[in-house]
C-alpha cells in the first residue's frame, strides 16, 4: 500500500495526520490484506513513508509524530 492510499483511508475515519493514517493501517492490516500479502503491503508504506520524511520508533514500529511515538503506551512493555 502506498502512503497516499493509507492517508485517504484515514480521512475516511477522521484520522488528521499522515503518522496516524499509517499507524492505523499497521495496527489494522489482518482487516485490510490477505494474510500472505501483508509483509508486502505493510513493506511498501513503510518505505514510502520513510520517504515522505515519516519517522517510525525503533521499539515498537509505529510511526513517530515530532520524534515521539504515541503508540508507547500500547506497545512498550514495561522493563
Ligand atoms: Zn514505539
Do not use: Q, R, W
Not at 44 to 70: N, Q, S
Request: charge should be negative.
Amino acid at each position: 500500500m502506498k502512503l497516499k492510499e493509507a492517508i485517504e483511508l484515514g480521512k475516511a475515519l477522521g484520522l488528521k495526520t499522515p503518522e496516524e493514517a499509517v499507524n492505523n493501517v499497521l495496527i489494522h492490516s489482518l482487516n485490510l490484506f490477505k494474510y500472505e500479502d501483508i509483509p508486502k503491503e505493510l513493506h511498501e508504506l513503510v518505505m514510502d513513508a520513510k520517504e515522505h520524511g515519516i519517522e517510525f520508533c525503533p521499539t515498537c514500529g509505529a510511526a513517530m509524530i515530532d520524534g515521539e511515538c504515541y503508540m508507547k503506551d500500547l506497545t512498550h512493555k514495561e522493563v
